[in-house]
């Protein structure tokens, strides 16, 4: 799963470029002058989600690098390294049958989510799946209706900010990937020594999978994460 937590605490970089606040880094604490999260309506009711089609993706894959090292903060040489590593995981994913991205925009782009369904027969065909899905799991991918989400790109104060709102954009993003695709499970695996991506997810309603495997258990490299549509 690729969701672009920061790698290194704000600072100002050359180029003008700033970044975002690292993983465990607390949030400013509100004060005079400085106006508190938002906790009613949508501030962000003017983002409109859209899928792009294979040739669209192809059109905008310059963008969506940039969208994906820009929201993940680092130095040049970090943000170079970065943006390249997941053009290539995206390049690989797109060629996936049923893959489907997902992008936000308003005057500029915002954010995207991505991924393709996991073949109902051939569980393992999708990244080495089936070493890692429990029984629970692997019985919604053989109805068909099982969904890897590869990736939640977002700016940083989606993360950190009104996760449990259901206009947050990575909710909204995943929410819709899943809809279109008529999934009854979105499903991912997560290195478990990435605890800010997996606090990422949890926080967005993602949840461990019950029953997991040996290979996906405490005792693994990997954990099993599953979303409800």
Known sequence: MTVNVPVRTTTSERHGRQTGPGPGAAAPWPGPGRPRPERGSSPLAGERVRPLTRRQIEDRFGDLGDLYAQTSGGGPWAWNVARGAFLRQLA????????????????????????????????????GLEAYLPGSVRSVAASGRLFLVSGIIVPARVRKQNQD??????????KRLLTEHDAALGVTLVERSDG???????????????????QASLLGPYGVLVLGP
């Open 165 to 174: 709102r259901a206009w947050n954009l990575a909710r909204r993003l995943q």
């Open 92 to 127: 690989a994913d797109v060629r996936r049958p049923g893959f489907s991205l997902l992008i936000a925009e308003t005057t500029a782009l915002t954010g995207c989510a991505y991924g393709y369904p996991v073949p109902g027969a051939a569980a393992g065909g999708a990244r």
């Open 196 to 214: 800010a991506t997996v606090q990422a997810l949890r926080s967005w309603g993602w949840r461990y999978a019950e029953g997991e495997t040996l």
